[in-house]
């Protein structure tokens, strides 16, 4: 590290550093969009079971009323 000070200067160095931290901060990022992805994926499918439990339900009622309006 102290040569490549010396022989390129802080301000090198510095920017080296910079791109490491831009690195792992995208690196860390990257599993929580996944998380998030899936959160979203699981809201949306979950959204869709209870829209089907929802007619089934509703066919259901419809069917015990059919026979006592005959």
Same mark, same amino acid.
């Given at each position: 590290l102290i040569y490549v000070i010396r022989k390129?200067?802080? #301000?090198?160095?510095?920017q080296i550093i910079r791109k490491k931290k831009s690195q792992l901060e995208e690196e860390k990022q990257a599993p929580i969009?996944?998380?998030?992805?899936?959160?979203? #994926?699981e809201k949306s499918w979950q959204a869709l079971v209870q829209k089907c439990h929802y007619l089934f339900v509703?066919?259901?009622?419809?069917?015990r009323q059919l026979p006592n309006v005959f």
């Open positions: 390129y200067g802080t #301000s090198y160095c510095k969009k996944y998380i998030q992805d899936v959160t979203d #994926s509703q066919r259901n009622n419809q069917r």
